[in-house]
């Protein structure tokens, strides 16, 4: 992030793929009126407003092997996955 002058990261979720969504990720430059600021670990990451519902109580983790590195989502509110492991189906949350 710091090559490309941002100073935080943005998660979403978008309509695509087999199963239905795919979580997003891009860089941004200050939050969105409507995002939510989420810091964990001293980690701050920046939640779409739209995808709020999709990811409430949903984990990032960064994974690094010798063969791939990448972003790893543990997400409650999945329900399924394509076999290329690429595209969800993910329900809202519900309010309690």
């Known amino acids: 992030m710091a090559e490309r002058g941002k100073g935080y990261l943005r998660v979403g979720v978008s309509n695509g793929g087999c199963a239905g969504m795919e979580y ?3 860089y941004a430059d200050a939050p969105a009126s409507l995002d939510e600021v989420v810091t964990d670990k001293d980690v ?4 779409d407003a739209s995808a709020v519902l999709f ?3 949903a984990q990032i983790d960064y994974e690094a092997s010798m063969l791939h590195s990448k972003f790893v989502f543990k ?3 999945e329900t399924d996955a394509c076999g290329c492991g690429i595209s969800v189906t993910i329900a809202p949350a519900k309010a309690v």
Do not use: E, R, S
């Open 24 to 26: 997003t990720m891009d």
């Open 44 to 47: 701050t990451i920046l939640v």
């Open 55 to 57: 990811l409430l109580g």
């Open 75 to 77: 997400n409650p509110n």
